[in-house]
């Protein structure tokens, strides 16, 4: 692979401040030392755990798998924490939980080193593991919000080199802290005096946290006041829907799984594969393993620059670039582990080490890009679920040990992290409409904010660069669409223009290839049509709209599904509806299927009138209708309107559509030629001749 | 409809199957305390014997039995319209699991059977989210043959069962459960008694759900998936309930088996096709709709079955009954009102792509002949030179391939193009070969055999197919299932066919090729495979083969343009009839001789998943298939044999329904838009010479 390195600028700047702020596009420095510096801080009780696990094992009298499940205690935390700790940071300052959750693990670090039971530590151990459940997802948040998206791959390298510098820390601090503390306050059965290694640790952890009161919180996107804020907050249920819909997350997610498995089982079993197979001893595999810290430190930065130079390309060879570093390091360790030589090995291992780095910082920053940035903390936070999950994808490595030893052990893992690696590369195609959807949420909450300060009547749908159609190929092709509550809206067009496939698509019936759905300030992009009902966007469909096994009173009961439970609020729905179509009460046992095409429209509209809609999007009232008929549905759909519901009307009969509605669109081959009061279509004969001629098409 | 004057005014809760019903309570309670009041039992007709009343009884307990079954089968039916053959084995595992659990930590049998229940349940659910749920826009054949793909994985895991656990787990385990009594001549135990309770209350409790809010949004989604949605049904969460549901339904099943002596339990059985037959038969006769029609007739049918057996002696008789059951059920039944959305979304293999041949200036390149002609030349001569590089064991294999690969090829013919599901294909392979042996037996010449048997075939399938032009693709697979069963119980008994020695003597072919050595008798077959396969393409490329694919896509259309959809599907049976016959005659010549088990049921669904793993539809793609299915058959031990294809089929179906065949041709078609651009020649439809699927229509 062709990857430019940067190699800086020529001329050195006088100043190491004024360097790194070439880094980060001018903006302050600050925030991304306190939050790297927290992240490094992590690390350190981490590192002295891992390191330290013989001496406390000897302390509480535990067994080497009892001290390996209380170390993994941590991941459980993320597994099960972290998702959850996701949605508290996008729905409260940000600053404030970092700083609580620094707190609570320094806290854990001081009790590390004091607390004197098994069942104590493995709170607390468990406890310390919120440190990596809020770091990231709340870290990187902020941090996607304090800095311009172009800088953003290098921002995010430098952030995640606070981990191998805290482990390189740890590592070097660790023996020293001990042999001193062992000299002067030794114990009389001279065991090592391990506890104090957790006191010094706990404390850069309360500094940073005091040195975080200083950093000011930003804002999420759009600039609004508290109560403006409290407004746009989403909730959980959706929140985690959006995440689900996201195309390049859900391919993240499936590479995750896999990816973290094989990092997992990767470093558990290096170390041993150096010392087993290669017989190297302790002081050597420091060595060696501290070198490959280093290398994953500078892939690291490598990866941060040459991510934001491919991002500025296309985002796609960015996630490209993530998906063959991984496919990297999986390569390079195969190689490694069938190496005939311990010098080939170990340059291969190191070279993975390398690759092991590059992905974070683009990986970083496109998920900051294709995540709305209110709910940019649970996005990363799922992704880091997902790597914890791996605690599971890598047990099959782990029977490979056990059954045929080392080599074939880390030769085993590497399919995890090939196959991983692929599935990140098959996310490229997603990432321009993703990004594309993100900031049409970002957009659609600007204009919500905007029209709220002036006054004016809200917007209740907006539909940004909308693209859908069938089997790849586009019906309809960058619709921008905004319906205000109460409007009436007819939708025309020629046949095949994309008018049921726009009511598809926003109904969630049919997933659009790209951009967004913005109802009522919430997301529903690619959302199922049984949620966006439930939201209140309720279609009636053109023909087919009954269930011809099902009795009337059956369909009506159906209809009140999103109401939810309230018996009174059914009742009163299904006498509404009833009232309005008395021809339907007669029929309440037949079944739908003996019904009159009429009934079963009337049936289809009264199942609509049940779920008590805000948009209601009606599709072909009038086909196959009698004008009689016809003429009552259409007063049934006035009266709908008159209470305040905002309707999209689709028909092919211009004349029955302008007479009810005040403003129309006019679509053709999947664009809107027309948008304006009905009076004025009338008069665009140019555009109508060809609903009448057929011409057009 | 003119209004007649009823006297009496049938109120509107008395409704047909209801009168039926208690009809037949009444008739069978009668019966019952007739047989049992008579000296002997019921005195049968044409026969010297009498029924006593203690066979109708267990009648009912084993009817009981499959009565569970078809209602497990008509609740998915109902949901998803879609057979599943996988319920039976579902319940066997869950059976397995769950006695295996209690005998491995010595607990007691109830908590076992809990855990079963727990596990069928989970199975259920993991089914429906890793495959129905991925096909949910598939039309419902393809779901019908996922089943057929998760029975194999089922009956793989139930084969594991044993050696997750303990390899000595008591096997034939007997279960003691409660009281006991008599009724001449059976003696009836606890677990009949339960299933006696049990299961009526099973049929009130389901005909309860489809009366519930839950039951109401499982019929809509049925009828329209699509309308359901956007009335706020979660379609998925009401899928995965109905699955939980049927896997509840079948550990029930699988449990009450265990613990009926008259079914009876061991580790480690596959009981195939068969196990499902009368449950299937008696959904069939509910109209996959009703419960309790399917109940009674359950019941009716295990009554009739016993006292089959009870007369005859004879297991394989009982499946022919059966099969008679069917097909008069099938022909007797009735198209239902507001059914044609039903019938778009049920029948046909839209999801068949249809390859697209070489562009013409493409095939006119001297490089692309060459590597046509050439690659062909190699593969055949390769194919010829496999005896010199083959062990004999290996051999004996490469043969088998190369006749399955032709029965394969009249499954191309029939589903492929037709889009005609048989699954009895190899009972029709069963009686090629079985009448060929029985004709050899006779003296009658190899090649004279050989046209006989093809002109069997041919008559036979046409038999089979006939129900076909009737009941849409779906009951048709049922049909030729049970036509399966029966050939393999009662057809193929090779007592009743008066056979001496078995032993089949390969001929002396035109008196000059001499057939008795392996590679001999190996290259004739090749020869045999060939012809198969020139014929295969001669139809799809004629006019014939025209015809049979536009019924398939659309008979409507096909009969405005004045093609016979009924002679077109007729033709079709015939011609992969005869050809699979054909194959089964060289079989019985290949192998020598004749076992009884050769021409079992379950091979039988292993067959139609040969055509599907390789493609429907495509040459190559049967030829494919049948070098998978089989290798894993002759390399793998049992459990992996299943494993293997079960999770093939699925695999396939899930993530590239074209079938391995539709492979080769992606990467033809790769290298040939790749030539076109180095030649830069025009390619119209160069972008997709595979046809996307089609869609279907909104």
């Known amino acids: 692979m062709k990857l430019g390195l940067s190699r800086g600028p020529r001329i050195a700047p006088p100043r190491l401040s004024t360097r790194l702020k070439t880094v980060t596009g001018g903006a302050p420095l600050l925030p991304l030392l306190v939050l790297a510096g927290l992240n490094a801080v992590d690390e350190l009780d981490r590192a002295a755990f891992a390191a330290l696990s013989p001496e406390i094992r000897n302390s509480f009298d535990v067994s080497v798998g009892a001290i390996g499940a209380i170390s993994s205690l941590s991941s459980l935390t993320i597994l099960l924490a972290g998702y959850p700790l996701g949605f508290v940071s996008d729905r409260y300052r940000r600053l404030t939980v970092a700083s609580a959750a620094a707190g609570l693990w320094a806290l854990a670090t001081l009790l590390t080193g004091i607390v004197g039971g098994v069942l104590l530590l493995c709170l607390v151990r468990a406890a310390s593991g919120v440190g990596q459940a809020v770091n990231r997802p709340t870290h990187s948040s902020l941090l996607a919000d304090y800095y311009p998206p172009v800088t953003q791959s290098r921002v995010f390298s430098l952030y995640y080199l606070g981990n191998p510098i805290g482990q390189g820390v740890a590592l ?139 991002f500025r390309r296309s985002p796609a060879q960015a996630q490209v670039l993530i998906g063959s570093s991984i496919v990297g390091i999986g390569v390079c360790f195969a190689l490694a582990a069938v190496m005939p030589t311990l010098a080939l090995s170990v340059a291969f291992a190191w070279a993975g080490a390398f690759c092991n780095g590059i992905y974070n910082g683009p990986g970083a920053r496109i998920t900051a890009a294709v995540v709305p940035p209110r709910i940019r903390a649970q996005g990363y936070a799922a992704v880091d679920v997902f790597l914890a999950f791996g605690l599971f994808t890598a047990i099959p490595a782990f029977l490979v040990v056990d059954a045929k030893g080392l080599r074939w052990g880390l030769f085993s893992l590497t399919p995890l992290l090939i196959v991983g690696g692929l599935i990140y590369i098959s996310a490229q195609k997603f990432v321009v409409n993703d990004i594309a959807r993100a900031a049409g949420a970002l957009e659609a909450e600007r204009v919500r904010v905007e029209t709220r300060r002036r006054g004016e009547k809200p917007v209740l749908l907006q539909v940004t660069d909308l693209r859908a159609g069938y089997g790849g190929v586009p019906v309809i092709d960058g619709i921008d669409l ?216 | 409809m003119p209004r007649r004057d009823h006297s009496f005014r049938r109120p509107a809760w008395l409704t047909l199957p209801r009168l039926g019903i208690a009809a037949s309570a009444v008739a069978a309670a009668a019966l019952l305390v007739v047989a049992d009041r008579l000296e002997g039992g019921l005195p049968l007709p044409f026969t010297q014997r009498s029924l006593p009343a203690g066979i109708l009884v267990l009648g009912l307990v084993v009817g009981s039995l499959d009565a569970l079954l078809g209602m497990g089968l008509v609740v998915l039916y109902r949901a998803g319209r879609f057979i599943n053959f996988a319920q039976g084995q579902l319940g066997a595992f869950a059976a397995a699991f769950g006695i295996a659990l209690s005998q491995f930590y010595e607990k007691p049998l109830a908590l076992g059977i809990l855990a079963g229940f727990a596990a069928a349940a989970l199975l259920a659910a993991l089914s429906e989210l890793a495959v129905v749920r991925r096909l ?91 309308r359901a949605r956007l009335l706020g049904i979660s379609v998925r969460r009401v899928s995965t309930y109905t699955w939980v549901i049927a896997g509840l339904l079948a550990a029930t099943t699988g449990v009450l088996r265990a613990v009926n002596p008259s079914a009876g339990f061991s580790y480690g059985v596959i009981e195939g096709p068969s196990f499902i037959l009368n449950g299937l038969t008696a959904a069939v006769i509910g109209g996959m709709t009703s419960l309790p029609v399917t109940f009674v007739a ?363 065949g539709g492979l080769v041709f992606r990467a033809r078609d790769a290298a040939v838009r790749r030539l076109a651009a180095r030649r830069s020649i025009e390619l119209p439809s160069a972008a997709a010479l595979i046809a996307p699927a089609v869609e279907e229509a909104t």
Request: include cysteine.
């Open chain 1, 172 to 310: 070097a601090l660790i023996g020293p802290i001990t042999y001193v503390a062992s000299r002067l306050y030794g114990l009389p059965d001279g065991d090592t005096y391990w506890q104090p290694v957790f006191w010094l640790f706990a404390v850069p952890s309360a500094l940073l946290v005091i040195a975080s009161f200083k950093l000011v919180e930003p804002s999420r996107g759009v600039e609004v006041s508290d109560a403006e804020d409290a407004e746009e907050r989403v909730p959980f249920r959706e929140a985690f829907r959006t995440i689900l819909t996201i195309r390049t997350l859900r391919r993240d997610y499936g590479g995750a799984a896999l990816v973290g498995g094989g990092v997992i089982a990767l470093v558990s079993i290096l170390a041993n594969f150096y010392d087993e197979v290669y017989d190297v001893g302790p002081g050597g595999r420091g060595a060696l393993l501290g070198i490959g810290v280093a290398f994953s430190a500078a892939g690291n930065v490598t990866g941060g620059f040459v991510g934001d130079r491919l």
């Open chain 1, 482 to 697: 905004t319906v205000r509550e109460g409007e009436l809206i007819a939708l025309l067009g020629t046949n095949g223009a994309g008018k049921s496939t726009l009511l598809r698509a926003i109904s969630g019936a049919l997933e659009p290839m790209s951009g967004s759905v913005i109802f009522e300030g919430r997301d529903l992009t690619g959302f199922d049509p049984e949620l966006t009902v439930n939201r209140g966007i309720v279609t009636v469909p053109g023909g087919q709209g009954v269930f011809p096994g099902l009795t009337v009173e059956e369909h009506l009961r159906l209809a009140a599904i999103p109401l939810g439970g309230s018996k009174a609020a059914v009742r009163e729905a299904r006498e509404d509806a009833l009232d309005t179509f008395p021809r339907l009460r007669e029929r309440l046992d037949q079944l739908a299927g003996t019904l009159s095409g009429g009934e079963q429209q009337m049936l289809t509209l009264a199942q609509a009138l049940v779920a008590r809609p805000k948009l209601l999007m009606i599709d072909e009232l009038s086909l196959g209708l009698s004008p009689k008929v016809v003429g009552e549905l259409v007063a049934v759909v006035e009266a709908i309107h008159q209470r305040g519901t905002a309707v999209i009307l689709v028909e092919q009969s211009v004349n029955i559509a302008l007479s009810v509605a005040e403003e129309a669109i006019f679509l053709e081959k999947g664009r809107i030629r027309f948008r304006g009061p009905a009076a004025e279509l009338l008069e665009r004969t140019d555009l109508l001749r060809s609903i009448f001629l057929g011409a057009g098409r």
């Open chain 2, 298 to 660: 359950a019941l009716a049918l295990g009554a009739l079955e016993q006292s089959v057996l009870f007369v005859t002696g004879d297991s394989g008789d009982t499946n022919l009954a059966v099969f008679a059951v069917l097909l008069v059920a099938l022909l007797l039944r009735r198209r239902q009102v507001g059914r044609a959305a039903d019938a778009r979304r049920a029948t046909g293999f839209v999801a068949v792509r249809a390859v697209r041949p070489m562009p013409e200036a493409i095939a006119r390149l001297s490089i692309v002949r060459a590597v046509r002609w050439g690659g062909g030349a190699l593969l055949v001569l390769l194919l010829a030179l496999l005896p010199a590089l083959l062990g004999p064991s290996n051999l004996d294999l490469a043969n088998s391939i190369v006749l399955v690969a032709m029965v394969a090829l009249s499954l191309t013919i029939l589903t492929g193009y037709g889009g005609q599901v048989s699954l009895g294909q190899w009972a029709l392979v069963g009686v090629g070969a079985t009448v060929g042996a029985v004709l050899v037996e006779r003296g009658i010449d190899f090649g004279v055999g050989l046209l006989l048997v093809v002109a069997l075939g041919a008559l036979v399938a046409v038999a089979i197919g006939l129900p076909a032009l009737r009941v849409p693709g779906l009951f048709l697979a049922v049909t030729t299932l049970t036509f399966a069963v029966a050939v393999d119980t009662w057809l193929l008994k090779l007592d009743s066919l008066q056979l001496e020695a078995p032993k089949i003597v390969r001929p002396l072919l035109f008196s000059v090729f001499d057939l008795t050595s392996g590679a001999a008798y190996y290259e004739f077959s090749l020869v045999a495979l060939g012809l198969t396969v020139l014929v295969v393409r001669r139809l799809r490329q004629g006019p014939a083969g025209r015809d049979l694919v536009a019924v398939r896509d659309n008979s409507r259309a096909a009969a405005a343009y004045g093609i016979r959809e009924g002679r077109t599907k007729l033709a079709a049976f015939a011609v992969s009839g005869a050809i699979a016959a054909a194959a089964g005659y060289l079989y019985a010549f290949q192998q020598e001789l004749l076992t009884e088990s050769a021409f079992s049921d379950r091979i039988s669904l292993q067959v139609f998943t040969i055509v599907v793993i390789g493609g429907l539809g495509s040459i190559p793609g049967a030829l494919l298939g049948t070098v998978y299915v089989l290798c894993a058959r002759f390399y793998l031990d049992e459990g992996f044999q299943f494993a293997a294809t079960g999770i093939g089929l699925l695999a396939l179906l899930l993530f590239v329904p074209e079938g391995v």
């Open chain 2, 136 to 226: 949910f826009d598939a039309p419902r054949l393809i779901v019908t043959v996922a089943t057929i793909g998760l029975a194999q994985v089922y009956a793989a895991l139930t084969l594991a069962v044993p050696g997750v656990f303990d390899r000595n787990l008591n096997n034939a385990v007997t279960i003691d459960v409660g009281p006991e009594f008599v009724i001449r001549p059976v003696r009836f135990e606890g677990g009949s008694i339960l299933t006696l309770i049990v299961v009526p209350l099973v049929c009130l409790a389901l005909v309860g759900l489809f009366r519930t809010s839950l039951g109401t949004s499982i019929r809509a989604v049925a009828e329209n998936p699509g």
